[in-house]
């Protein structure tokens, strides 16, 4: 399997022949810096595209066709589009939350972004706790919803930031203990040890069998509700509340919102992939060498990017397939179905654990 | 001065402008927003020392928790067009104690640990953590449920408790007829 840390070592060798230790640090966090910014906007770019085609492919429809080939450029156009727009600042809004709202939104998305296994040693935040920082730091969006409904003074993003921040808070609690079955299953929380497990061992869904299948559906129900997805979209959805929680935002401070939205369904698919699906290891075979031996060919950024769109595609089906529910519906599914369900698979999988009935490929 | 006490002086400036912030904020939407960067500035303090899960629980718990809650009692009550209440004369007082106790007894802290002896005589005692001095998530998880010399079993089932009472105190409140 290929490794990225033997090009990273090597570009940090060559790097502090050049200047002191500080300097190379310094200069390499910005480069992963920049790097991790550029492929935010790529995949809001493609998945926005997605999206379109996905959701028209559901509804009978052509979707996008006119910009470029296949629309290929729509999302382009809208983008620059986006970024002409003026920021209006509303009268009597706090100006200062006002614009901190956004900004809480993206950083905390990106935060997460950084903490997905791209490739064996290409982890960009990698460390003990990896996943509970990840939990951790994906909570902090929740300040940046609640500062924008209150900040903007107006009624709408009120109640749709009340509704986005009782949902997100609700749909927290399965999302966590799910990820609490995986790390029972493989008895670490480091990013980077739980995807080598994976590669060693077979994937989690294979390895942990009932109570994995069981915490990976639950996962992807909570993850949509996660994103303010379909059906769980109500903060935004209703014809009532106008737009949410960002009714009040025009121009780029918008498009953070939107940007947001789309990289937090990434982010989900990704964290199912790499829980689950196995992240960066490859699809293998027990008994099939050769088979075994061309997928390990294909370099493991491509398996990941590969899985995490297929688990894209999943949320997309469910957000497109089902009507949207009612605010107490959602509720009452997270804490009367979805938590109980999830906190018996947890004891479920640690019956699995003890006795030692989890499958090793 | 190397990076890890650049990291420290930003983070310490952070911490202390915030706090300022939060505590002369007119507003209490904003003085919880600043609060939130105050608590964001410790929870990097705590990673810079290479307590890397205490740091992960700031931000969870602290970030991503408190501050959420006091945004939403500011939302169910009308705190946001609250302004701060008259300063009294009593006010003023109390206030001053309080916060002349705590500066004294902090000053004493530092005094009786002679942190500053240390800070100035030999400059660069700050360093940056080694792989070695960094606790790891399975030794907190031993500890929190062992009954052993430095096991915290019976106030981890202590604070549960708490927690129960909680929610049942929540649920008879809520659910009045």
């Known amino acids: 399997m290929f490794n990225l840390q033997s090009w990273t070592s090597a570009i940090h060798a060559w790097m502090l022949g050049m200047m002191p230790e500080w300097a190379a640090i310094l200069i390499e966090c910005v480069v992963v810096a920049l790097l991790i910014i550029t492929l935010y906007a790529v995949f809001a770019i493609v998945l926005i595209y997605m999206e379109r085609k996905v959701c028209a492919f559901f509804q009978c429809r052509l979707g996008p066709n006119r910009v470029g080939k296949w629309g290929l450029l729509q999302v382009f156009s809208d983008v620059f589009k986006m970024l002409q727009k003026e920021i209006i600042n509303m009268r009597k809004s706090d100006m200062f939350l006002h614009d901190l709202a956004p900004f809480l939104v993206v950083t905390a998305s990106m935060l997460t972004f950084a903490c997905l296994p791209w490739n064996k040693g290409g982890h960009i935040i990698d460390f003990n706790v990896g996943l509970f920082f990840m939990v951790a730091v994906s909570s902090i969006g929740v300040v940046g919803i609640l500062l924008a409904g209150l900040g903007s003074n107006s009624k709408y993003p009120m109640i749709g930031s009340m509704r986005a921040g009782a949902q997100l808070i609700s749909y927290e609690i399965s999302i966590g203990i799910t990820m609490l079955t995986v790390v029972a299953l493989s008895g670490t929380m480091q990013i980077s040890e739980i995807v080598q497990q994976q590669a060693d061992n077979g994937w989690n869904i294979v390895r942990g069998h009932v109570p994995a299948v069981i915490a990976f559906l639950i996962y992807l129900i909570a993850g949509n509700a996660e994103c303010n997805r379909g059906p769980f979209d109500l903060p935004e959805g209703e014809s009532e509340l106008t737009a949410g929680y960002h009714t009040e935002y025009s121009g780029m401070h918008f498009g953070f919102f939107y940007l947001a939205e789309y990289l937090n369904l990434f982010i989900a698919a990704g964290i199912a992939t790499t829980l689950f699906l196995g992240g960066w290891a490859p699809l293998h075979i027990a008994g099939l060498d050769g088979f075994n031996g061309v997928m390990d060919a294909i370099p493991g950024a491509v398996w990941f990017i590969g899985k995490t769109f297929f688990v894209i595609f999943l949320l997309m089906w469910e957000r497109w397939t089902f009507p949207r529910l009612r605010i107490d519906h959602i509720l009452s599914l997270e804490w009367k179905y979805l938590m109980p369900i999830s906190l018996l698979n947890l004891l479920l999988m640690a019956l699995v654990v003890v006795f030692g009935l989890g499958i090793n490929v | ?177």
């Open chain 2, 1 to 177: 001065m190397d990076a890890y006490n650049i990291m420290f002086v930003i983070l310490a400036v952070m911490i202390a402008l915030s706090s300022f912030a939060t505590v002369l904020a007119k507003s209490v939407l904003r003085a919880a927003a600043y609060l939130f960067f105050a608590l964001l500035g410790v929870a990097g303090m705590y990673f810079l020392l290479g307590y890397t899960f205490l740091g992960s629980v700031q931000v969870m718990v602290y970030c991503g928790g408190i501050v959420v809650l006091y945004v939403f009692a500011i939302l169910l009550t009308r705190g946001a067009k609250d302004k701060l209440s008259e300063n009294t004369r009593t006010k003023i007082f109390a206030s001053a104690l309080l916060s002349l106790t705590g500066l004294g007894a902090f000053i004493y802290a530092i005094v009786k640990a002679k942190f500053l002896n240390s800070m100035f005589m030999t400059p660069g005692a700050l360093t940056a953590p080694t792989e070695g001095s960094m606790i790891s998530i399975n030794n907190v998880g031993q500890h929190m449920l062992s009954t052993g010399e430095n096991g915290y079993l019976l106030p981890f089932e202590a604070v549960s408790v708490l927690l129960l009472a909680c929610i049942v105190a929540a649920l008879v409140i809520a659910r009045k007829r």
